[in-house]
């Protein structure tokens, strides 16, 4: 018998909530220090004014800011860009989940590893990789579509494929084929049975990713500086021009209160969608249902998933490949010989290796804070509370989680540098620390962390745990024997996101991190922005290498997955 059974109930009651304000308390302390405080700072900032009688409130930002035309257009292609990424990503993702992840075949993990390094390549370095295709002479220069809106779109839907890719074929590949099968049984057919039974259960997995995809499509930056320029303005790059060039706050938090609504809505819709579709769902617990590929039944989803790997996908990196061996003097070596120097003209105070070291242990820090903040979140926010109080509590604290996907880099960047010199009143200056980069890291791969382990703790049956309290089971007990052994299938997915994404990690990184602690994607941004050919050569050569270990990291996580887990990634 278990030892709680013994206790009285008042007190198993209290230490049931001491636990789960813990749980919750610790990633809100996290938040609010790291992300919540310097952004609010900032922000605040831009609306307070200093004269003779003191500091005032000025809120005419907003009416400036909101007469110019020149808003307007970019709020308009910001939200257009979103919706119209999205929309293309989800058609294309969902017969991609169905292939890599439904059906078995020879090199399946090496394609679900290879088609996630976009979504961790520094934005800068895929936007140089499509212009160098787009350009007039380039390998599709008769598209062209250099400098246009189409080329964004189509760098967006490169980066976000794999997000859907992995969030509905996490979920997909352990649905129960049962449903489907006695469909088909009874007189259906294949489109027919997708639409009425598989759908349905996916529709979680499907606003999710859709949630997801909008943020990133909508906050981008690099793509849209480098394939855009002014013209194709979002509102992500009109705060880093009002920040970095015109020294504007006020703008800028003009800029950035807007963009925060923009992220809420998108956030709030998500959650009322998965909250009137989700329930739990019939797992596969042990092993995956996947099944062996068959080209002439799988044929359609099968196209769509080759074009966009080899014409989406690879076509771009293939390219970054085959550049990076190219030098004014012909093929050869020389570009990765050169990364073991600081470049041409000194362009670079650390040499590329070194840069590559200081990303991987960086990315580890990185990784261990993410998992522990977003292990914690995804436990409390996979509770199903019977209250209506308690649901939208739940609710809330998701949404409030994933506000750091929405939110400027730049913002986050300058907001550290502006109030981390002594947290919470302790001596230490963490702007001078080398735990502000990880930190910043951390902040940005938690929701990521989140979003794979939440669908599996929600999976599981609620009635496990109600029989597991029954019998005297305490909370701490409950999780060890129920929720421990299922989230512990997505742990190593979770793991090697998190670090994928942290050694990727460019926008809050670029303003943070110290010229002799650089990380592998500053370093590669700092060559492109340096004239000659030697230091755009070491460009392209370092971001194979970045690549490569990305690749790397992601096939490691599947291994350690195994054909186990389900999750949103």
């Not at 787009?134 to 779109?153: N, P, S, W, Y």
């Not at 194709?232 to 920040?243: D, H, K, L, N």
């Not at 070194?354 to 242990?361: G, I, K």
């Not at 512990?488 to 998190?498: D, H, Q, T, V, W």
Request: charged share 15%; aromatic share 8%.
């Amino acid at each position: 018998m278990p030892v709680s059974r013994g206790l009285p109930a008042a007190v198993q009651r209290g230490g049931r909530v001491l636990l789960w304000g813990l749980a919750a308390g610790l990633p809100l302390l996290f938040l609010g220090v790291f992300f919540a405080w310097p952004v609010v700072t900032l922000i605040a900032r831009g609306f307070v004014t200093q004269d003779a009688a003191g500091a005032s409130l000025d809120l005419s930002g907003f009416a400036e800011v909101f007469s110019e035309p020149r808003t307007w257009r970019i709020i308009g292609l910001t939200l257009w860009q979103g919706v119209l990424g999205t929309v293309i990503s989800v058609l294309l993702g969902v017969p991609g989940a169905y292939v890599l992840y439904r059906c078995r075949f020879r090199g399946r993990t090496f394609l679900r590893a290879f088609v996630t390094v976009p979504f961790v390549l520094p934005t800068v370095v895929v936007g140089v990789a499509f212009r160098s295709l787009l350009v007039e002479g380039g390998l599709l220069g008769f598209l062209r579509l250099d400098g246009t809106f189409g080329a964004i779109v189509l760098a967006l839907v490169f980066f976000n494929y794999s997000v859907v890719v992995r969030t509905v074929g996490g979920l997909w590949e352990h649905l129960d084929p049962r449903a489907e099968e006695a469909a088909r049984a009874l007189g259906a057919s294949p489109w027919r049975a997708f639409r009425s039974v598989t759908l349905p259960s996916l529709a979680p997995a499907i606003a999710s990713a859709a949630s997801i995809v909008f943020l990133f499509c909508a906050t981008a930056f690099g793509v849209v500086l480098v394939l855009g320029g002014v013209q194709y303005g979002t509102i992500e790059t009109e705060i880093w021009i009002q920040t970095t060039q015109f020294l504007d706050l006020r703008a800028a938090a003009v800029l950035s209160v807007v963009q925060l609504v923009v992220v809420v809505v998108a956030l709030s819709v998500a959650n009322r969608t998965r909250a009137r579709r989700e329930r739990a769902l019939n797992l596969s617990a042990a092993t995956s249902a996947a099944r062996p590929l068959r080209p002439r039944a799988d044929a359609v989803p099968l196209a769509v998933t080759a074009v966009v790997v080899l014409g989406l996908i690879a076509l771009p990196l293939v390219n970054l490949l085959v550049r990076s061996f190219q030098t004014p003097d012909g093929w050869s070596l020389a570009n990765y010989a050169n990364l073991g120097t600081t470049g041409g003209r000194n362009a670079l105070s650390v040499t590329v290796w070194e840069a590559t070291a200081n990303s991987v242990r960086t990315a580890a820090i990185a990784t261990l804070l993410a998992v522990v903040i977003g292990g914690l979140v995804a436990l409390v926010v996979s509770r199903r509370p019977r209250s209506r109080t308690g649901r939208r509590a739940i609710s809330a604290l998701d949404s409030v989680f994933m506000l750091p996907l929405g939110v400027s880099a730049v913002t986050v960047g300058f907001g550290f540098l502006i109030t981390l010199d002594k947290p919470l009143g302790i001596d230490v200056d963490l702007r001078t620390s080398g735990l502000l980069v990880p930190i910043a890291q951390a902040v940005v791969a938690i929701p990521l962390v989140v979003r794979t382990v939440l669908p599996v703790l929600r999976a599981i049956d609620p009635r496990l745990r109600e029989a597991a309290a029954t019998l005297g089971a305490s909370p701490a007990r409950v999780f060890a024997a129920v929720d421990g052994p299922i989230a512990a299938r997505s742990l190593g997915l979770a793991i090697g996101f998190a670090f994928a994404v942290s050694l990727g990690e460019f926008g809050a990184t670029s303003f943070l991190a110290r010229p002799d602690a650089a990380t592998l994607p500053v370093v590669i941004f700092r060559l492109i922005g340096r004239p000659g050919a030697e230091n755009y050569g070491m460009a392209l050569a370092a971001s194979v290498v970045l690549a490569v270990l990305t690749a790397t990291v992601m096939m490691v996580a599947e291994r350690l997955r195994g054909d186990r887990s389900a999750g949103e990634f």
